[in-house]
């Protein structure tokens, strides 16, 4: 079955430090897709960043970006210089098996202080 | 273009009762997709519907129900209601279904308290 783990509660990040976030994840399917939401205390799901599996390269969005490391079955999800907005829970989600639902992890929340 | 909508926003119900979820596409995506968001739980995938057909399912009891209509809006209903509903309702819709990265948008969700 598929699983996404992520093993973080909670991050604390100075204001213009990098931070990682961790994303383990488990599946048979040699094609998936992964994903990293941003959940703001507002409740909705921001899209933040996407990697498939065949991707040859790390992908990378303005100051995300994700550490893809396809042995490991990891897909960390790289911050840098964060900012006081960036202060939300984050969530690592990749397509189930049927490709129209998404599994997520527990998620992290990151509080970015100044 | 409009975002995803979902009403209410807020809601109170108490045991027993039913509640009736409704989410709104984005103009032109035909795929909506439900989950539950509970402290305990997670997120889990309620449901998906794709031209007014459930084309995936999650593991929640037959008192968690759907439909699309032919104008891609979307309702989720609860019947019986139990305290553990207790929960954020979230709805993403999407032009194919498929949840590839550009083409899947998430409403604000919809706040269910269950007295």
């Known amino acids: 079955a598929q699983k996404i783990t992520q093993t973080q509660p909670g991050m604390f990040v100075q204001e213009k430090e990098a931070v990682t976030l961790d994303c383990t994840y488990d599946?048979?399917?040699?094609?998936?897709?992964l994903f990293w939401y941003k959940q703001p205390s507002s409740g909705e799901m921001i899209f933040l960043i996407y990697?498939?599996?065949?991707?040859?390269q790390n992908a990378t969005e303005g100051r995300y970006s994700l550490n893809f490391q396809k042995a490991r079955k990891s897909a960390n999800l790289v911050i840098s210089a964060s900012q006081l907005g960036d202060s939300a829970m984050y969530f690592c989600?990749?397509?189930?098996?049927?490709?129209?639902?998404?599994?997520f992890g527990k998620g992290t929340t990151l509080s970015v202080s100044s | 273009k409009a975002g995803v909508t979902q009403t209410p926003r807020y809601l109170i119900k108490t045991r027993g009762q039913q509640v009736t979820l409704s989410c709104s596409p984005i103009?032109?995506?035909?795929?909506v997709s439900w989950y539950q968001q509970t402290p305990g739980q997670g997120l889990q995938f309620l449901f998906e519907?794709?031209?007014?057909?459930?084309?995936n399912k999650g593991n929640f009891p037959g008192r968690f129900s759907g439909r699309q209509f032919s104008n891609s809006r979307s309702e989720m209903n609860v019947s019986t209601l139990e305290l553990g509903d207790s929960a954020l309702y979230l709805c993403?819709?999407?032009?194919?279904?498929?949840?590839?990265?550009?083409?899947?948008?998430f409403g604000p969700g919809t706040r269910l308290t269950v007295l």
């Open positions: 989600a990749m397509r189930d098996q049927a490709g129209t639902a998404l599994i």
């Open positions: 599946t048979s399917d040699p094609s998936y897709g």
């Open positions: 993403a819709s999407s032009a194919s279904g498929g949840f590839s990265y550009n083409e899947q948008f």
């Open positions: 519907y794709f031209s007014e057909t459930q084309r």
């Open positions: 103009s032109g995506h035909r795929s």
């Open positions: 990697q498939g599996s065949y991707d040859q």
